[in-house]
Antibody, heavy 119, light 106 residues
Framework: QVQLKESGPGLVQPSQTLSLTCTVS????????VHWVRQPPGKGLEWMGR???????SYNSALKSRLSISRDTSKNQVFLKMNSLQTDDTGTYYC?????????????WGQGTLVTVSS | DIQMTQSPPVLSASVGDRVTLSCKAS??????LDWYQQKHGEAPKLLIY???NLQTGIPSRFSGSGSGTDYTLTISSLQPEDVATYYC????????FGAGTKLELK
C-alpha cells in the first residue's frame, strides 16, 4: 500500500538549514507528484512545494528563496532543504502524494515530523 | 495570490444536525477545490476533491458543492467522530489553504 514517512532532526537552531526526508513506498516517484505541506503549532496548513513525477519542482513564492526540493528515485526518497530558519518555521512538516498524477488531490499523507527552531 | 476565506472560524453543532461550512475564494477557481479534515494530532485527510467528489472510504454524509468563488462542505447528519478542523484548498492558481473551520459538539 501507499506509504509516506517524513524524517528529520526535530530541533534546528535559528539561521541554520533544515533537511527533511520523505521516504515513500507502494508507488514510484517517477509516476506521481509529491508535495510538502507544513503547519505551525495550532495554526493552518501551508503548501511549500512540489516534486513532479518528471523531476520538475515548484515552490511557494514566499519560501522560494530559501527552499529546495530534490529526490533520489533509487532510494524512493524526496528531500526538503530550507535555509535561514527562524522561529516561525517551527511546525509539523508533511509530505503528501496526489491521488492520481497531476490532480493536486492530496490523498496520501505521511504522519508528519515536528521541527522546532530554537537555540 | 488567491486568498481563501473560510467561515465560520468555529462552529458548534449537535449530533444529528445538518452542518454547512463555507469557503470563499478571492477569484474564480473553476471548481479546483478540495476539502480536508484534520483531527487533533493527526495528518489531514482528503474528504472531497474537485468540489464535489467523495474520496474513497469517506461516509456519504459528507458532500461538497460550489462554483466560481463560493464553495460549501455539508455534513448531512453530524456524528461525534466528525469533530475536527476542516480546510478548503484551491489549486486553480498556485496552492492555497483556507484558515480552517473548527467543528465542535454543542
Amino acid at each position: 500500500q501507499v506509504q509516506l514517512k517524513e524524517s528529520g532532526p526535530g530541533l534546528v537552531q535559528p539561521s541554520q538549514t533544515l533537511s527533511l526526508t520523505c521516504t515513500v513506498s507502494g508507488f514510484s516517484l517517477t509516476s506521481y507528484n509529491v508535495h510538502w505541506v507544513r503547519q505551525p503549532p495550532g495554526k493552518g496548513l501551508e503548501w511549500m512545494g512540489r516534486m513532479r513525477y518528471n523531476g520538475d519542482t515548484s515552490y511557494n513564492s514566499a519560501l522560494k528563496s530559501r527552499l529546495s526540493i530534490s529526490r533520489d528515485t533509487s532510494k524512493n526518497q524526496v528531500f526538503l532543504k530550507m535555509n535561514s530558519l527562524q522561529t516561525d518555521d517551527t511546525g509539523t512538516y508533511y509530505c503528501t502524494r496526489e491521488k492520481f498524477i497531476t490532480t493536486n488531490w492530496f490523498a496520501y499523507w505521511g504522519q508528519g515530523t515536528l521541527v522546532t527552531v530554537s537555540s | 495570490d488567491i486568498q481563501m476565506t473560510q467561515s465560520p472560524p468555529v462552529l458548534s453543532a449537535s449530533v444529528g444536525d445538518r452542518v454547512t461550512l463555507s469557503c470563499k475564494a478571492s477569484q474564480n477557481i473553476n471548481k479546483n477545490l478540495d476539502w480536508y479534515q484534520q483531527k487533533h494530532g493527526e495528518a489531514p485527510k482528503l474528504l472531497i476533491y474537485y468540489t464535489n467528489n467523495l474520496q474513497t472510504g469517506i461516509p456519504s454524509r459528507f458532500s461538497g458543492s460550489g462554483s466560481g468563488t463560493d464553495y460549501t462542505l455539508t455534513i448531512s447528519s453530524l456524528q461525534p467522530e466528525d469533530v475536527a478542523t476542516y480546510y478548503c484548498y484551491q489549486y486553480n492558481s498556485g496552492y492555497t489553504f483556507g484558515a480552517g473551520t473548527k467543528l465542535e459538539l454543542k
